[in-house]
Every structure is written in C-alpha cells, then in structure tokens.
C-alpha cells in the first residue's frame, strides 16, 4: 500500500495575500431577512443579507507527532459516481421551479425563468443562511445541503436595486439525509462538474488501479501542486460572483485559491472521496481564502504541519503546496490561522 505524507511548509505567500472576493462574508445574520415574506412568500422588499455560518474551529488543541505511517481505506463503492438526477418532488410557483426530490442526499436543485433582473437563491437552516446567483436563462442549477439534517427554507429572490431583493418563491422542506457525507460527494454550483467533464476523466486516470481514499487524495493533490500554478493576474482582476470552473482550470493549468479548491474538490468527489470547498480566512490579518477537506475513513492526514489519527475532517490546501517560501508560518502559523467560514 503506497503511504504517502505531504508538508504544505513548501507554500506560496502570495497567494495568501490576495482577496478573493467571492468568499467576502460580511457581519449580517440570516435574522436579518424580513419574517413577513419568509413565511407568507408575499413581495415585501427585503435586503438581502451576506452569507453567514456559525464559524468553527477546525483545529483540535492537541496535535499528534508527524509519521509516515497512513494507512489508507478503501473508497465504498456506493461512494462513486454520484451525480444530481432530476426528480418527481418539484414545487412551482410562476416562473420558479424547485426540485427537492433527492434533498436526502444532500442536494436541490433551483431555476427561474424570464427575469432580467439579477437573482439569488437562499438556503436557510437555523441560523446559517448562504446566498447563491442563480443564472436568469431558466436553467436548473445544483445547490448543497451541507448543514445536515433539519428544516431548510429554499428560497428565490430577485433583484430590486443596490441589495434589495424580492421573494419570488419559496419552499420549506425537512430534510434527514441517508449519509451525512453525501452533501461533498455531489457536483455543485461550486464545484461544478459532470460525468463527462476532463477533470473526472483526469481523476480516473490518476487513481488508476488506486482503492484507498488517502491513497486518491495523495495522487490527486501531488498531480496539482506540480502542475497549476498560481494565476497572480487574475487574482488581481477577479470580481464578487465569480465562480471556478474546474475544466477550465485543467486546461490552462492556472487560477486563484478557489480555482484550485474547486478543482481538488471535482476531482475527489468524483472518486468517491468526501471533499469539502472551505471559504474562510487565513493568517493573522484574516485575508481571505479558499482551500479544501477531505474526509479519510480510518486514517489520518498532514495538513499544515499537523497529522491527526481516526475519522475525521482534515485541511488540505493545494494553493499553499504549489511553491516554496520560508515565510509561509507567518499566515499558516501551526494551523490555528485558518477560520472556516462558509462550507460547499
């Protein structure tokens, strides 16, 4: 069995001090939207607030000693090739479809029609609430139900001006999911991909012959830190809204943090690893930024200097693992600098 250990020390600073903006999060609350619209769906202007999650400390206080010892376990079969289906359980309402048929495996899925004013779709569940774009041509797009089990209000707003939005639609659903895992197995607006896309015939060549999930997610990533580089330009252009396409990404081999999140999360996903899309902040000036988790069944891994035993969610950050700094401590500390903010 190949025992494989990454040190992510060998790090790209630049890319920890560039902003993304597409995950800015701001001080609002999901008990900010107006009550009166979110429970009778009528038309009372509203602004929209920021995405917010209860942010969480990912790092336990105790660290165990490096070793390069990991064992990896297989990937369960039922784990591979998951992909979104369309489904009979779809509320209507005017021009608004939402189609919850399979919200048990983590997922539903949102379109509209006709408008020409910019949408959103909120997902709310307690108090953590994420807001979406959503495309204007009627096409149906794949929204993650990663907040587990519990009532979820799925809702479409629309635009009226500066960030006040409209309802347009809503559905209440409550939802069990049959895997907690599920919602990181799935093709998302996020993390965008289909069963023909390069990166998932890329994932499959890689993991050729490969069983073992830290076995998939040592070819994987070792693949990425040696052949994407880290895009300065478009860091520096990049805009709110922006959203990473993994296969393009393989192809010009380059991009920002989300990018390469993005792209990391594709590729695991689609070989049956549970990989998460982190957005959060890093280093002491809490700049923003994107990275990745993978769940390992019964094995542990490096991630920032630190290795962990059991099954359990651990760090992992391509963007910070495709150069060489000897500053890189100042923003990854010993892994206590990274916040999680929002979760995809």
């Known amino acids: 069995m190949n025992k494989r250990i990454f040190y992510l020390l060998t790090s790209i600073v630049t890319a920890a001090v560039v902003v993304l903006s ?65 489904g009979n359980t779809v509320y209507r309402s005017g021009s608004s479809q939402i189609d919850y048929s399979y919200a048990s495996d983590g997922y539903v899925q949102v379109a509209h029609s006709g408008s020409t004013k910019r949408l959103k779709v909120q997902i709310v569940h307690e108090k ?38 409209v309802q347009l639609a809503a559905k209440k659903i409550n939802v069990t999911l049959k895997d907690q895992l599920s919602p990181f197995l799935y093709p998302s607006q996020y993390v965008s991909y289909t069963a023909e896309a390069e990166v998932v015939k890329k994932a499959a060549e890689l993991c050729a012959g490969l069983t073992g999930d830290a076995e998939k997610v040592a070819a994987v990533y070792d693949w990425i830190i040696r052949n994407v580089t880290y895009d300065s330009a478009k860091a520096a252009s990049v805009r709110s809204g922006y959203l990473p396409r993994p296969d393009d990404t393989l192809t010009t081999k380059k991009g920002i943090c989300f990018d390469y999140a993005a792209l990391m999360a594709a590729m695991l996903r689609s070989q049956g690893v549970p990989t998460r899309l982190i957005c959060g902040t890093v280093s002491a000036n809490d700049l923003n930024h994107a990275w990745n988790e993978v769940y390992l069944a019964g094995a542990g891994w490096v991630t920032v200097r630190v290795y962990f035993e059991g099954s359990k969610w651990e760090r992992m950050d391509p963007t910070f693992g495709t150069s060489n700094s000897s500053t890189i401590e100042q923003y990854i500390g010993n892994g206590t600098n990274y916040t999680t903010l929002r979760i995809y």
């Open 22 to 86: 597409g995950c800015s999060i701001s001080a609002a609350t999901a008990e900010d939207v107006t009550g009166a619209a979110a429970e009778t769906g009528t038309c009372a202007e509203e602004v929209m607030p920021e995405d917010t999650t209860v942010p969480q400390e990912l790092v336990p206080e105790e660290f165990l000693p490096l070793t390069d010892t990991v064992e990896s376990s297989a990937v369960p079969d039922y784990r591979l090739g998951r992909y979104p289906q369309s």
């Open 128 to 165: 953590k609430t994420y807001n979406y774009d959503l495309n204007t041509a009627g096409n149906f797009e794949v929204f993650p139900l990663q907040s587990g089990d519990g009532a979820y209000n799925i809702r479409i707003m629309q635009n009226v001006d500066g960030n006040r939005y």
